[in-house]
């Protein structure tokens, strides 16, 4: 029994997602996506008791896509601009696989909703640039390297190119892909990243 109400749980943010990235800039209704789903509103909200909830399902599997992949790398990887780079990379290639996602992460479709959500997002990015910032001080320790711009500085850049990535996707509506570019922009970028001392 629980497994059914799972997969309805699944199917319904599969659902919004979905919605999310075939209507730019669209707000989505519980209407539209019962219609979607193939359920009555009422339906909906037995599994969720809100659409903020709903909203939440998504930033919750966007975390844990990109937090458990993140944790791999540093776990994997011992080169500190390998680390970055893979970080990086696996931030915008979840974006490009993601489309309808980027809208949360944009803060795109949260207009309107719960603060808590926008909060939520704000947590995500702070926490992926945390992660840098940690990666970046460790190069001290292992490599006797630090960042060419300090470790504060370098982390938010990095952070930015994300960010600008993920807005200039769903400004575009989905025409300009994150990862466009990305490998000859990492060349310039990383061989000025760190420095040795």
Known sequence: MSNKKNDRRTEILQALAAMLESSPGARIT???????????E????????????MFEGLIEFIEESLFSRIHRIVQDEDD???????????ALGFAEQN??????????????????LRLRI?????????????????ADLKQSLKPAMGVAPCANFLMA?????????????????PLE????????????LMVSY
């Open 80 to 90: 500190v601009t390998t680390r970055v780079q893979l970080i990086m990379t696996l």
């Open 161 to 177: 190119m994300i960010e600008g990535k993920v807005r200039q996707y769903v400004r575009t509506e989905y025409k300009v892909k």
């Open 42 to 53: 009422a339906a909906l909200y037995r599994h969720f008791p809100s659409k903020a909830k």
């Open 122 to 138: 704000a947590q995500l990015f702070d926490r992926i640039e945390t992660q840098l910032k940690q990666v970046l001080r460790e």
């Open 30 to 40: 519980t209407a539209a996506l019962a219609k979607q789903v193939g359920v009555s």
């Open 181 to 192: 570019h990305w490998q000859d922009q990492w060349q310039a970028i990383g061989s000025h």
């Open 99 to 116: 489309p309808g996602m980027c809208r949360l992460l944009t803060g795109d479709a949260l207009a309107g909703e719960t603060e808590r």
